[in-house]
């Protein structure tokens, strides 16, 4: 065959092939609209907020220094934070847990909180979005691993859930416990 | 008089029309009708009159550097036009960071450290995004350069070669010139 013939065969045949893996890597849970964190290996954003009425232990950026710690983000309109919650509830013995409330009124955080159980060590209110938007969160919930110098390490979008725990935040979590 | 009563009454003058059969005159009026109220509606605006600033000046400037942030919920709009209540937040800080003086640039890379490159609707010019800015010029030239291969082959093809002794004897008998022999 002329190769004027078989050089766009080929060119399609690896379009088409870049175009298959996409598709399965897609089926497989990929998502390519979530954004990498440039924040990674940079130090927690400075910021001080308030605590949830009733609840006390409000979150400063201080108190997340001296031991690894996880940062979530939640709101009591949020769906997904439903789902990941019974599991923070179990996990909480393991590593510390800090909240932010996100975009919430501050008594519906507080009451959600009451009715699904705390896992929280502290919690802040974010109703502004102003230190969601220090740490580039993009929805909620969205889960980040602080080392003991406040170094953000890891940041998980979406539910925790056990196949992430195990796979990925928990020797994370212990790796950075390591002196 | 406005048109609508200039064309009832050219309708009741001319009365070509039977009553309450359309005619190709109503359908026009129709489309303009819907054609006018189009043009006079407006887009709906993101931005809450709240969120406005009094200054023109810099409320323009918010507006321009809004447009120029991706909302990070919906990805493929401004947080100028999106409705999100992250990109209301957003264009909320960059209103705070404009009225307290910081420039374009400076509010924009205040998003790019939270957010990344990602959150700038035009991509930077930087050598991670050189195939993105060449990319396309790239392949145009190289297109160019492979169709200018195949129609110059094309043009230098080889004149058809002349009949052989053969085929011009069998060509003899099939215009029926006799059996063939020259």
Request: proline share 8%; net charge positive.
């Amino acid at each position: 065959m002329r190769p004027a013939l078989i050089v766009p065969l080929v060119v399609f045949l690896g379009l088409v092939s870049v175009f298959m893996l996409r598709l399965i890597a897609l089926g497989e849970g990929e998502t390519p609209n979530r954004l990498p964190s440039v924040l990674i290996d940079r130090p927690v954003p400075a910021f001080a907020l308030p605590e949830l009425p009733g609840r006390g232990r409000p979150l400063r950026s201080e108190d997340l220094k001296g031991q690894v710690s996880l940062v979530n983000i939640f709101g009591s309109w949020c769906v997904a934070c439903l789902v990941e919650h019974p599991f923070l509830m179990r996990i909480k013995r393991l590593v510390p847990i800090h909240g932010i409330d996100w975009r919430d009124k501050a008594e519906q955080g507080a009451a959600w909180l009451r009715r699904q159980g705390d896992p929280y060590d502290r919690v802040g209110w974010d109703p502004d979005s102003r230190v969601a938007i220090d740490f580039g969160v993009t929805g909620a919930p969205e889960t980040f691993i602080v080392d003991a110098a406040g170094m953000i390490r890891y940041k998980h979008i979406g539910p925790v859930t056990p196949k992430v725990w195990e796979e990925t935040l928990w020797p994370l979590i212990e790796r950075l416990r390591r002196p | 008089m406005t048109a609508h009563e200039r064309n009832l009454k050219t309708n009741r003058g001319g009365g070509r029309a039977l009553p309450h059969t359309p005619t190709i005159r109503d359908s026009l009026r129709a489309v303009i009708g819907v054609v006018s109220f189009l043009a006079v509606s407006f887009p709906l605006l993101a931005v809450e009159p709240a969120e406005i600033l009094v200054d023109p000046a810099l409320e323009a400037r918010a507006r321009d550097v809004s447009q120029r942030l991706r909302c990070v919920v919906c990805q493929n709009q401004s947080i100028d036009d999106s409705n999100a209540e992250l990109a209301h937040d957003m264009r909320v800080l960059v209103r705070e960071r404009i009225v307290a003086g910081d420039a374009d640039e400076d509010v924009v890379r205040f998003m790019v450290d939270r957010y990344g490159d990602f959150v700038t609707l035009m991509p930077p010019f930087k050598p991670a995004t050189w195939a993105l800015w060449f990319g396309p010029v790239v392949f145009v030239l190289l297109a160019l350069s492979v169709a200018r291969g195949l129609f110059r082959r094309r043009g230098m093809a080889p004149a058809t070669a002349p009949l052989s002794e053969e085929e011009k004897r069998r060509l003899r008998v099939l215009m029926g010139e006799g059996d063939g022999r020259a």
